[in-house]
Every structure is written in C-alpha cells, then in structure tokens.
C-alpha cells in the first residue's frame, strides 16, 4: 500500500511585488515597538523582588515526600529515561507492601536540562518538576543533589501536583471504576484506602 505525502503547492515560496519589498512585516515590527514604547514598563527588582511563577513551571526536580516517607519506589524510570544521564538511584528492599524504595538517590544538576520527561515517566508521581529555581554551587560536588537535598514535602508541591493531575488525565473519575484493594502499589490507592474509600472511579 502506497503512503501519500501531502506535498505544498508549487507556488507557495513565490512572494508578489509588494512581499518582496519586506515593507508589510517592517511595518508590523515597527506597530509593535511604537506600541510597547509608551507602556509603563514591567521590571522586577531581582533578587529583592522574587517572581512568583506558576504551576506549569519547571523548576528543579525534587521527590515528594508524603506521610513522612518519599513516594518512590525505586522503579528505575526516571533514571533511564533522562536525556543527560543526570539521575542516579539504587534501589533496596524493606518490609513495606511496596517492596522497594531508594537506597540512594542522586541528581547531577550540572547536566540537569530541565526536561520534565522523569516526571512524565514516574508511575507515583514521586518525581517532580518544582517552583524553585534560584540556586548557585560554589563546586561541583554541590551541585550533585543527594536524597536528603532532594526531599519535599507533598503539601509545598500540591499546586504542581493538581495541575498535573489536570494535565495528564482530565477524564479521571468519569470512565472507569476500579478496586482500590487491586492496586495497593500505587500510592493514590493506598491513601485512598487509608481514607476509607473502596472503590473509585
């Protein structure tokens, strides 16, 4: 079966008389400066002044830590899907239902690119993009971030943690009904399950 590729029309880079005078786009630059030059202009006073960015906004990585324990569970994701190799984790064992957690946990922030695919790729949410970006090392074994360094408290991240939740599945809750006692890895469910809930949607 033969593949058709939609091709542009032949006469799609020929310009008129009038394109080719490049006087249309000079003029719109020009519209848009003269616009900008009369308006108050929007300056912060940084660092006095810090800028309070949104939700969406990918800062460094951290792991969220909820009910005084990270939610990793050392599955390894984050770590082959990084770009720069700047991951580093090594799993263990403990008597918890979700079998493993990091034993050590490093992030190289040097090679960090600030990609978001470790929080793309992360099953609990446990690895996230967060607001702060104001950081300096003075060498570069500080600027390796181990576990401890890394550690934040779920409720600092819940602005994050909502918008991804939007972001990620916004039909959650309307399709599918499932047994919160199925699926006791998952940390959703095990805090769902501690509330008392049986099934969700």
């Known amino acids: 079966m033969a593949i058709r590729v939609q091709t ?10 009038w394109d080719r005078l490049y006087l249309p786009a000079i003029l719109t630059g020009l519209r848009y400066t003269w616009g900008r030059l009369f308006k108050k202009p929007f300056t912060v006073q940084y660092p006095e002044e810090k800028i309070q960015l949104g939700p969406e906004f ?3 990585p951290v792991l969220v830590v909820e009910n005084g324990r990270e939610r990793c ?3 390894g994701l984050c770590a082959r899907v990084c770009p720069p190799f700047a991951i580093h984790m090594q799993a263990a064992e403990t008597d918890d239902p979700k079998e493993r957690y990091p034993a050590v946990f490093e992030i190289n922030m040097l090679r960090c690119i600030y990609c978001g695919l470790c929080e793309e790729v992360c099953p609990e949410e446990a690895i996230v993009m967060s607001p702060e970006y104001d950081f300096v090392f003075r060498t570069r074994e500080e600027a390796i971030y181990t576990k401890e360094k890394l550690l934040v408290d779920k409720k600092d991240l819940e602005p994050r943690l909502k918008w991804l939740e939007k972001m990620r599945n916004p039909q959650f809750g309307q399709r599918y009904r499932f047994r919160v006692s199925n699926n006791i890895h998952s940390v959703k469910a095990r805090s769902m399950a501690a509330q008392g809930e049986e099934t969700a949607l």
């Open 8 to 17: 542009a029309p032949p006469d799609e880079r020929k310009l008129s008389w």
């Open 73 to 75: 569970v050392a599955c």
């Open 58 to 60: 990918r800062g460094r």
